[in-house]
């Protein structure tokens, strides 16, 4: 499905990665492997952090277009894309305003769920609100209105930081406690048992299409930052082990979030498939991971697509679309 767009000129591309936000470590990585993956196609491209020097960089030698490599708020929030358009550079993925509804999940699932989007039932709760409403009423009442387990996790991040299963209710307030570390404001989500998947979207000129759908199966039960990027802690098996029907069902779910949501050029929708294969929709991401373990370059694997040509052809699509 990659094309032959070919341009006039050798275009300068700049992938931004880095940043000052907990996913540093995997930003760097990411932005590695994609500038790896350009170079190898021939594009000319430069890897550069986001940071002071960024902007002046911007002005005076402006690239032709950027691909984020940028993982957490800078990348995800639609901050980093609202300065990119009034620098009018274009850049891969998604709209800020896109991006900013992705990357707050209470927004995120309150669409999906207006859409008709399965998503599973939750409370947000920032931490003023449970300070002053006293903790231990509000967790009675969490826990009256979703049950056991549940799953605690930041309203806004990602990489799994912050991120926690509850059993029991015992163990509720220092979950809480742990996730508003890293956010001020706590998403508490039904926990819903199943198959774990991750399906990548792409949209390459003609229409969005799924890749195939990634099974993760966590050592530990639980998909956090250890699991994902420390070798040997997660199985992933692409694609994924579901029955025809159900991977129809779960490609067609993410698509429908894809859209929903407003997002363009690439995404990750991740999702839960219960028991009874019905797919619920957990999350969606607008810059996914492109390190070696990450799942977005493991479904253009199972593709058979090259990474560095779908890579190429997302910005030669950004040239030619230009500036939001």
Known sequence: MISSMGMSTDPHILVLAGGLSYERDVSLRSGRRVLDALRATGLSAELRDADVTLLPTLR????????????????????????????????????????????????????????????????????????????VAVLDRIEDRLGLPLMVKPAQGGSGLGASVVQESAALSAAMVGCFAYDSTVLVEKYVTGTSVAVSVLDLGEGPFTLPAVEIVPRNGVYDYAARYTAGLTTWHTPARLPAEVATEVSTQALAAYEALGLKDLARVDLIVDPTGHP???????????????????????????FGKLLTNLVTQAIKRGPN
């Open 60 to 135: 005076e030698d402006p690239p032709d277009a950027v691909v984020i490599a940028l993982h957490g708020a800078t990348g995800e929030d639609g901050s980093l894309r609202g300065v990119l358009d009034l620098c009018g550079i274009p850049y891969v993925g998604s709209p800020a305003a896109a991006a900013r509804l992705a990357w707050d999940k209470p927004s995120a699932k309150s669409m999906l769920r207006e859409k008709g989007i399965s998503t599973p039932d939750w409370v947000a709760l920032p931490h003023d609100r449970f300070s002053e409403l006293g903790a």
């Open 280 to 306: 619920h929709v957990l999350g969606v991401n607008v810059s996914p991971g492109m390190t070696e373990t990450s799942l977005l370059p493991l479904a253009v694997q199972a593709a058979a697509l090259d």
